[in-house]
């Protein structure tokens, strides 16, 4: 399978807890983005990488969260002291140039 | 502010009728257009995309969407639905030379056998 791969497919933490997340993108797009869904919304846009260069980052992320892209392969995105809030849908996608987004199957979170 | 709008959560259609999902936009500047479908549990797949050129667009699975300037919309058509085409579908807009995406919040599209 060539396409965004996102691990794990489901986390369930307790309430200040850290989780991790991995992507790993279409080998060839050097851009990779991240998204949250939460239940009846679109995906909302997180931050956006790309090569390794994190290029910009929403309001919607919260000092707790932070994104790594090193070497500019498989991205990462950590949530610290996770919130119920935070319980969502997190999509990874990557594209190459102006073309369209290809997205994983998404990483659901739920914080209890 | 840049904003798509989906004005029906969900939209019914029997078998074998063509249907329609409605989209409309407003931003500043030349949209790039996309169609998206989600699968219970799953991630998006991607449908069709406009960029530029003819304002009928073909894409994946028989689906077609229409660019209207004028009437800043981006409808989604299929002639003959099936029942596997039910599933959320998600209209979205990126700026040219950006690489974002805003997204609308979805309709459920149901096809009835």
């Known amino acids: 399978d060539t396409g965004v791969s996102q691990d794990p497919r489901h986390k369930i933490t307790k309430r200040g807890q850290n989780v991790t997340f991995r992507c790993d993108p279409i080998?060839?797009?050097?851009?990779l983005y991240w998204y949250r869904q939460t239940l009846g919304q679109g995906p909302e846009f997180l931050t956006y990488?790309?090569?390794?260069?994190?290029?910009?980052k929403s309001r919607l992320l919260s000092d707790r969260f932070s994104a790594e892209r090193p070497k500019g392969s498989f991205s990462t995105l950590e949530i610290q002291r996770t919130e119920q809030g935070d319980s969502a849908m997190y999509l990874c996608?990557?594209?190459?140039?102006?073309?369209?987004?290809?997205f994983g199957q998404g990483t659901r979170l739920t914080v209890v | 502010a840049q904003s798509v709008a989906q004005p029906e959560d969900q939209v019914n259609v029997a078998e074998g009728n063509p249907l329609t999902v409605k989209c409309t936009y407003s931003?500043?500047?030349?949209?790039?257009l996309f169609w998206y479908v989600q699968y219970p549990n799953r991630g998006l797949q991607f449908l069709l995309k406009?960029?530029?050129?003819?304002?009928l667009v073909k894409g994946s699975y028989g689906f077609e969407a229409e660019f209207n300037k004028s009437q800043t919309s981006f409808h989604l058509k299929k002639p003959s639905a099936l029942v596997s085409d039910s599933a959320l579908y998600f209209c979205?807009?990126?700026?040219?030379?950006?690489?974002?995406?805003?997204f609308g919040t979805g309709t459920r599209l149901k096809v009835l056998a």
């Open positions: 979205a807009v990126s700026l040219s030379g950006t690489y974002k995406y805003i």
């Open positions: 080998s060839e797009h050097n851009r």
């Open positions: 996608a990557s594209s190459s140039g102006q073309g369209q987004a290809f």
């Open positions: 990488f790309q090569n390794e260069a994190q290029l910009e």
């Open positions: 931003v500043s500047g030349n949209p790039y």
């Open positions: 406009y960029i530029t050129g003819d304002n």
